[in-house]
């Protein structure tokens, strides 16, 4: 159903180096995506099925910017989106038949969380504040907003992923039973590198 490019091999690999100042490094950086939000990210998971090489590839391109570039560029709300359009129908509601997003779709978005769940997770939100040694007020301010926000991203993801792995188990269908799959993926990632220290709760939640 998918073009295999867009499904990229999951490596827990090596945590993300956030504290190299070197030139060099920041110079093989990509440059920034654009802003992770619901419908961009929606967009982008739909034209990536698409047989047209010129929609399908930047769509591709962008939907891997995403991931690569989480935590380099301070990228927040890409995981959220996620996980927003994999949870579509409980959270607008449901019954809205201009608001429904195919399964296929919800599928792709649990195999991209859960692709970019290790390379999220992999780097302790202490550890980025140890990072702040910048004499440069500006950008100090920055990565101290960033980290909130990465820090409620992370807290939101906590809080959602046990509820719609709940619900995923009540649905027979094939493709729900795929999702869910994937979800215990990112959840079993997830537990590797907060849990309990990050995660306490974890445990009494499942």
């Not at 269908?173 to 215990?184: E, F, G, V």
Request: glycine residues 2%; contains cysteine; charged residues 15%.
């Amino acid at each position: 159903m998918f073009p295999p490019s867009t499904f990229p091999t999951m490596s827990l690999g090596s945590p993300a180096n956030l504290t190299s100042n070197t030139s060099s490094q920041q110079q093989q950086q990509p440059p920034p995506p654009p802003p992770a939000n619901v419908n961009s990210v929606l967009t982008a998971i739909r034209n990536s099925s698409s047989p047209n090489n010129t929609i399908r590839h930047p769509s591709e391109r962008v939907l891997q910017q995403w991931s690569d570039t989480y935590l380099h560029h301070h990228t927040c709300n890409y995981l959220t989106s996620l996980l927003y359009i994999i949870d579509w129908e409980s959270s607008t509601g449901g019954g809205n038949a201009a608001a429904v997003v195919e399964e296929s779709s919800r599928l792709m978005a649990a195999i991209l969380f859960k692709n970019c769940v290790p390379k999220a997770f992999s780097v302790p939100i202490d550890s980025l504040l140890e990072g702040i040694t910048t004499n440069d007020n500006d950008t100090a301010a920055a990565l101290r907003v960033f980290i909130d926000q990465l820090r409620h991203e992370r807290n939101v993801i906590r809080q959602t992923l046990p509820n719609l792995l709940f619900r995923a188990r009540t649905d027979s269908s094939n493709n729900d039973k795929t999702l869910m799959l994937h979800l215990q993926l990112a959840l079993s990632n997830i537990a590797l590198f907060d849990f309990p220290t990050g995660w306490p709760t974890l445990l009494e939640e499942l």
